[in-house]
């Protein structure tokens, strides 16, 4: 499985577990539930700023949403974030 993928489902389950639907989440972070959606199934990943708000949100720590992803599962080794967005693929 690849890293956004790993990364969305610690997502839902975080929000899940949280009890919260996308768009609450969503507005909390000002963006859309489509967003968070894209974000869940690993389509698009969160910048630094919204896992740091998430992290918060969830009352879990930043760590939590990588969990589980191993060095088999990068695209990218050794890239680095740019423009504010997570590559999860990098981690």
């Known amino acids: 499985m690849?890293?956004?993928?790993?990364?969305?489902?610690r997502l839902l389950l975080?929000?899940?577990?949280?009890?919260?639907?996308?768009?609450?989440v969503g507005a909390l972070l000002g963006v859309t539930g489509a967003t968070i959606s894209r974000w869940e199934?690993?389509?698009r990943g969160p910048g630094w700023e919204e896992i740091y708000k998430l992290a918060k949100?969830?009352?879990v720590s930043i760590g939590f949403f990588f969990e589980g992803i191993e060095a088999a599962d990068v695209d990218s080794p050794g890239k680095t974030p740019t423009s504010g967005r997570?590559?999860?693929g990098a981690y």
Do not use: T
């Open 57 to 59: 949100v969830y009352s």
């Open 2 to 9: 690849k890293a956004a993928q790993l990364v969305g489902e």
């Open 14 to 24: 975080a929000r899940r577990r949280a009890g919260m639907d996308q768009k609450e």
């Open 86 to 88: 997570v590559l999860v």
């Open 41 to 43: 199934q690993g389509l």
